[in-house]
């Protein structure tokens, strides 16, 4: 793959200027911290640095899923019957909910398994039986996905509200 | 079919509700420090299923409740552990309100043993679990923790007839001395990236075509089409004119010669979710020979 991570940045418009209003602003300090992480996400794809890039782009994937879960469990709770946010869940455990209860608010977005695997490369024995360009796919394809979903996410908060 | 007017919106939202309450319940159930969930199935779901059917199963020891009290569960759940193989199925009674500190009913019935036994069970003895796919709905799975015959067994269906899976390896990967089998063996055990359920193949098995497929919540799926293209290397690869490649489980290694999106209502019956818009992704790939040997 010749795309590299800073030329793959330059292309996501999302992640330079994140529209966040799917966050309340009673959830500022959400925001807060996921404004910091996507200037850092910036910082270290434009500088080519691809474990900080997949580390960070996992971190902030994991953030905005919890806080739109957070935000839209009564939602939730509509569609499936009953449902209680759960902060302690894991990345996997919100991706499921998101494909399964909004998929069919983004039939564009879908959010794949490997995803956790790219996450979880922060273990250094999962990248050691990794092939050697698992890093660079993970640092790539989660800053693609993390700029298609704030855009999708912040598409949806202006029609929801 | 039956109306609207018709449709008992009451007993649905009822079994939605418990629907919840049980994905709840085994989303917090840990069988042991070392045994994993592999499968959790509400069966009987029928109204008035609580009385106990004896199954002729041998029974190991109720956990969780006193001897002699009544053995009724309102929900009935299968649920199937890792772990060496256990010799019966075992059942205890669970208040379905336990996360509100509600110790009385109703309750849960829970089933419990290994996958081994049941799928020995499976083959050796059908009739003996058969209660157990009566009305039976799955509630959670780990494919990968279950075998082929308990997945059939449940009409668990996570990928379409014919699908292969494959790997993109990019062009900056290929022709550094690599062969097919270093390639297969850097990937092994990893997850495939896509798959591939083909749709026209040449005579001689040189070019095909085929839908591309991704992996979402453990079923493969057809492949979004603008999802793909916002978040896949090897679609940039191509869209900017650099060649990217498919490596098959089998072996099986083509270059991609171009993307379509295409509208194909009659693929329907080739995916296992269709597409809400009926667009399809289709690959058009090249079957490419790498050395066998490394370069010298």
């Known amino acids: 793959?010749?795309?590299?991570?800073?030329?793959?940045?330059?292309?996501?418009?999302?992640?330079?200027?994140?529209?966040?209003?799917?966050?309340?602003?009673?959830?500022?300090?959400?925001?807060?911290?996921?404004?910091?992480?996507?200037?850092?996400?910036?910082?270290?794809?434009?500088?080519?640095?691809?474990?900080?890039?997949?580390?960070?782009?996992?971190?902030?994937l994991e953030a905005i899923l919890f806080s739109f879960l957070q935000v839209q469990e009564r939602r939730v709770a509509e569609r499936r019957g009953r449902f209680i946010f759960d902060p302690e869940q894991s990345l996997q455990n919100y991706l499921d909910i998101f494909n399964k209860w909004f998929g069919r608010d983004f039939p564009n977005l879908q959010l794949l398994d490997i995803l956790v695997d790219y996450r979880n490369l922060v273990h250094f024995n999962n990248e050691l039986n990794s092939p050697t360009d698992e890093c660079s796919k993970a640092a790539s394809t989660l800053l693609r996905v993390v700029d298609a979903l704030i855009g999708e996410l912040a598409a949806y908060g202006r029609i929801a509200r | 079919m039956a109306g609207l007017a018709q449709v008992d919106w009451q007993l649905l939202a009822n079994e939605a509700q418990v629907r919840a309450l049980l994905e709840d319940f085994v989303s917090y159930y840990t069988p042991s420090a070392v045994n994993q969930l592999a499968l959790a199935v509400w069966f009987e779901k029928s109204p008035g299923a609580g009385e106990r059917k004896q199954s002729g199963l041998p029974r190991m020891p109720r956990f969780g409740m006193p001897e002699g009290s009544p053995a009724t569960g309102e929900h009935k759940l299968l649920v199937l552990i890792t772990g060496p193989e256990m010799s019966g199925i075992g059942s205890e009674l669970r208040p379905l309100f336990w996360k509100a500190g509600l110790e009385g009913p109703p309750f849960i019935e829970i089933h419990r043993t290994s996958v081994a036994f049941f799928a020995e069970q499976l083959r050796s003895n059908p009739a003996v679990v058969q209660q157990f796919f009566r009305n039976a709905e799955v509630i959670y799975f780990q494919k990968r923790l279950l075998s082929p015959d308990i997945l059939d067994a449940f009409r668990i269906v996570t990928e379409p007839w014919n699908l292969i899976k494959v790997w993109c390896v990019?062009?900056?990967?290929?022709?550094?001395?690599?062969?097919?089998?270093?390639?297969?063996?850097?990937?092994?055990?990893?997850?495939?990236?896509?798959?591939?359920?083909?749709?026209?193949?040449?005579?001689?098995?040189?070019?095909?075509?085929?839908?591309?497929?991704?992996?979402?919540?453990?079923?493969?799926?057809?492949?979004?089409?603008?999802?793909?293209?916002?978040?896949?290397?090897?679609?940039s690869d191509w869209l900017n004119g650099r060649p990217c490649y498919l490596l098959a489980e089998g072996g099986a290694f083509y270059q991609v010669d171009k993307?379509?999106?295409?509208?194909?209502?009659?693929?329907?019956?080739?995916?296992?979710?269709?597409?809400?818009?009926?667009?399809?992704?289709?690959?058009?790939?090249?079957?490419v020979h790498p050395p066998e040997e490394p370069a010298a």
């Open chain 2, 259 to 287: 993307f379509e999106v295409i509208y194909a209502p009659e693929y329907s019956s080739r995916v296992i979710e269709r597409r809400p818009d009926d667009r399809y992704l289709e690959v058009y790939l090249r079957a």
């Open chain 2, 170 to 235: 990019y062009h900056d990967q290929y022709g550094t001395g690599q062969t097919i089998q270093t390639l297969l063996a850097s990937r092994a055990g990893r997850r495939p990236e896509v798959g591939i359920v083909k749709t026209w193949e040449s005579p001689d098995f040189g070019t095909c075509k085929a839908i591309l497929h991704v992996e979402v919540g453990q079923q493969w799926r057809p492949a979004s089409p603008e999802g793909i293209m916002q978040s896949s290397g090897f679609y």
């Open chain 1, 1 to 60: 793959m010749i795309d590299t991570l800073k030329s793959i940045c330059e292309q996501c418009t999302h992640l330079k200027n994140p529209q966040l209003d799917f966050i309340p602003a009673e959830l500022s300090r959400h925001k807060e911290i996921i404004l910091r992480d996507l200037r850092e996400l910036v910082s270290v794809a434009s500088n080519g640095h691809e474990k900080a890039c997949a580390m960070i782009g996992g971190c902030v």
